[in-house]
């Protein structure tokens, strides 16, 4: 029997144990970043150049199609903005 947490991980972590995660989490971190506008295309994107998982912020989530990527939250919410 799979835990949940097994399960989860199985999302991002191939069968050799080798992931590729994308991190897309820079917006609320550092600020809107010049050239990063569409996040459904750069996900996409990312999606079709074959990466396993992407790093997101909850808003991101709740918008965008993970393409079948595991999703990776970051619940954070410091900035330097402040």
Known sequence: MQ???TRR???IFQKDGKTVIIPMDHGVS???IEGLTDMET???NIA???ADAVLVHAGIAKTVDNQGMG???HLS???RLT
């Open 3 to 5: 835990t949940g947490k």
């Open 48 to 50: 079709k150049g074959g």
């Open 42 to 44: 750069t996900i996409d």
């Open 30 to 32: 550092v600020g809107p």
């Open 71 to 73: 999703l990776i939250l």
């Open 77 to 79: 919410g410091a900035t």
């Open 9 to 11: 991980l199985r999302r």
